[in-house]
């Protein structure tokens, strides 16, 4: 995604944040999550909101310089997210199950 691309999606997610989290991560337990704190609170769906757009452009931007991603990113369930766009593309490094 380019500069602007991810201006758009800082955009949308500053108004709707499952809407952000839908667009990075997909329908899954992330967005279940998501949705369950804008429900409880507005700000919270933010901030976690934010956290997964964060590690996925972190991620994304280490696979791209060939950093191998050591550990899971707490609290994320996608896989898209957790590698940094195509899962099949890039494997971590696994120390172990992922619960």
């Not at 967005?31 to 369950?36: H, M």
């Not at 050591?70 to 172990?96: C, K, M, T, W």
Request: glycine share 12%; with cysteine; charged share 10%.
């Amino acid at each position: 995604m380019s500069f602007m691309g991810l201006v758009c999606l800082i955009i949308i997610t500053i108004f709707i944040p499952p809407l952000g989290v839908f667009i990075v991560a997909g329908c899954g337990a992330d967005l279940l999550i998501n949705l369950i704190c804008t429900f409880l609170g507005y700000i919270p769906g933010h901030f976690h909101a934010f956290y997964l757009i964060f590690v996925y452009y972190y991620r994304k931007d280490q696979r791209k310089k060939g950093i191998p991603i050591a550990a899971d990113a707490p609290l994320i369930f996608s896989e898209r997210v957790q590698y940094g766009g195509n899962p099949g593309s890039y494997q971590p490094y696994h120390h172990g199950p992922r619960y």
